[in-house]
């Protein structure tokens, strides 16, 4: 199913033809219609206007978004700035494409979207490739930084530390490790003073950032 | 017009025909060598020697940086994390040399994000490459990038993803 909506008909009219191999509907007027459609038919995708009446995109894509998840946005607009767009894919959309597209393509398009791709111009795809990897140097600089903080443990503060990870109790680490509860919190204790936190549960994100399923202890 | 220099990264010599052949006639590139030549290169008629007390990367990236391709077709392998480290060192001596990599089926697709990750801005697979590698390499080449479509929405869910994770990071550490 497929939704579209815009306030022209000459333009609903265009996708139409772009989309009458899938089912759908189309929408006219304002925004409180859409979002009870929206709700009521569940669409695969909605192709929607940049400038329908109360959308005010990106910011206003997030309501849409959360009452039906599952739909795949696709905006369909005037020419737009990189940013501009950029924007829009930040806040969720999967296709962007010019509002006067040829109905040929605009099929190509809702395929597309349908088998979880992303509709987006070259000119930004390199934008996304910087952006994976920024979050990637990220992730690894924190995983070394909580590996450096680790590797102060003593190797018994390390397994306490992963027993705290995996959600045991004192009690239980205690029974597992064949030592009082008080020298394990003794253990902690010093693990809270080296790792300069204040609880298990920061402790326990600490040892689930940086260690993996696969390495062992 | 000056056409796209392009040169190759691979020691498999079968690998390299593939390359060779898949850009054979093709309009604006010109292929230079076979960087990862373990015999030397032959640049000009010059030969290089082979240098042996330096390690792989630093070999190849000083291989590269005396070709200084626009663009570098390598295979990707199952030793991502080696394949990873050369594009790390690469993006940050060779910034000016676009690498685009070539996959064959049993590369898993989360390898393939972490190779972008790392540097490479275009990846097509074995299959795809005797048809649209010349085409990867000029796209890649105008500063564009080179990613299956559905490759690049499990890369903005990734990147999405983690935006999210940060704001949520942000608003615990101010409500603390």
């Known amino acids: 199913m497929v939704l579209l909506a815009s306030s022209s008909e000459e333009t609903l009219a265009r996708w139409k033809r772009g989309v009458s191999d899938f089912p759908s509907t189309h929408c006219l007027t304002g925004l409180e219609l859409l979002k009870s459609e929206l709700v009521r038919l569940k669409p695969g995708i909605l192709l929607i206007d940049l400038d329908f009446p109360g959308l005010e ?18 905006i369909l607009s005037p020419a737009l700035s990189d ?9 969720g959309v999967r296709g962007c494409c010019p509002r006067d597209i040829e109905p040929k393509q605009l099929k190509s398009v809702v395929m597309a979207v ?10 930004l795809t390199c934008r996304l490739l910087d952006e994976l990897g920024v979050i990637v140097r990220e992730k690894n600089q924190i995983k070394q930084a909580t590996s450096n903080l680790l590797a102060n443990l003593t190797q ?7 027993l705290v990870g995996n959600g045991e ?32 549960l920061k402790l326990s994100l600490i040892v689930n950032g940086s260690i993996g399923a696969h390495e062992q202890m | 017009m000056q056409p796209v220099t392009v040169a190759i990264a691979d020691p498999d010599p079968g690998i390299q025909t593939e390359f060779e052949h898949s850009l054979q006639g093709a309009q604006g590139i010109k292929v230079l060598t076979n960087v990862a030549s373990s015999e030397g290169d032959v640049v000009n008629n010059r030969r290089l020697k082979p240098r042996t007390s330096i390690s792989p990367i630093e070999d190849a990236v000083a291989r ?8 570098l077709l390598a295979s990707l392998n199952q030793c991502i994390d080696a394949d990873c480290a050369m594009l790390e060192t690469l993006r940050r001596e060779c910034p000016e040399t676009l690498v ?10 989360e390898q393939v994000m972490q190779a972008l990750a790392s540097g490479a801005r275009g990846c097509l697979s074995r299959e795809s490459a005797q048809y649209d590698l ?8 105008r500063g564009e990038a080179w990613v299956p479509r559905r490759l690049l929405g499990k890369i903005m869910d990734e990147v999405r993803h983690w935006c999210h994770e940060s704001s949520a990071e942000v608003s615990l550490g101010s409500a603390c």
Do not use: C, Y
Request: net charge positive.
């Open chain 2, 134 to 141: 010349s085409k990867a390499v000029h796209v890649v080449e």
């Open chain 2, 64 to 71: 590269v940086r005396r070709l200084n391709p626009r663009v």
């Open chain 1, 57 to 74: 995109a990106p910011a206003g894509l997030a309501d849409l978004m959360n009452l039906s998840p599952k739909t795949r946005i696709v």
């Open chain 1, 156 to 162: 018994r503060e390390h397994e306490i530390a992963r």
């Open chain 2, 100 to 109: 685009v990599l070539l996959a064959d089926e049993t590369v898993r697709e």
């Open chain 1, 169 to 200: 109790s004192n009690k239980q680490i205690a029974q597992h490790l064949s030592i009082t509860e008080r020298t394990v919190k003794a253990h902690l204790t010093e693990i809270f003073r080296k790792l300069d936190v204040a609880d298990r």
């Open chain 1, 83 to 91: 940013e501009a767009e950029w924007s829009l894919f930040k806040a």
């Open chain 1, 114 to 123: 349908q088998q979880g791709e992303l509709w987006i111009r070259r000119t």
